[in-house]
Nanobody
């Protein structure tokens, strides 16, 4: 059974840090590109950052550059999102997305983890 499970969300004060994890099972994790998306209350889901199957980072969102770092450990079938210097506007549900790197496109999603940045 394919699963992507995000964890590590919670309440943090502005300026604080969190590390999100995305644990994968049921598919060959090392053959997938991993993306982190987020969806703030009342807003559309947006792409935050990605990392290729071989670890090449793909930054998309200007507002997180220099603060967020994506990484992966293929041996542990897990991707991470290190978030530093958090701001209130980072408050959102963060989702992990796995997309096949080769062959027929296959697309998996986790259920998300809530990050709340507030004092």
């Amino acid at each position: 059974q394919v699963q992507l499970v995000e964890s590590g969300g919670g309440l943090v004060q502005p300026g604080g840090s969190l590390r999100l994890s995305c644990a994968a099972s049921g598919f060959t994790f090392s053959r997938f590109t991993i993306f982190w998306y987020r969806q703030a209350p009342g807003k559309e889901r947006e792409l935050v950052v990605g990392i290729s199957s071989v670890g090449i980072r793909i930054n998309y969102l200007d507002s997180v550059k220099g603060r967020f770092t994506i990484s992966r450990d293929n041996a542990k079938n897990t991707a991470y999102l290190q978030m530093n210097t958090l701001k209130s506007e980072d408050t959102a549900v963060y989702f992990c997305n796995a997309v096949s790197s080769t062959g027929v496109r296959v697309d998996y999603w986790g259920k998300g983890t809530l990050v709340t940045v507030s004092s």
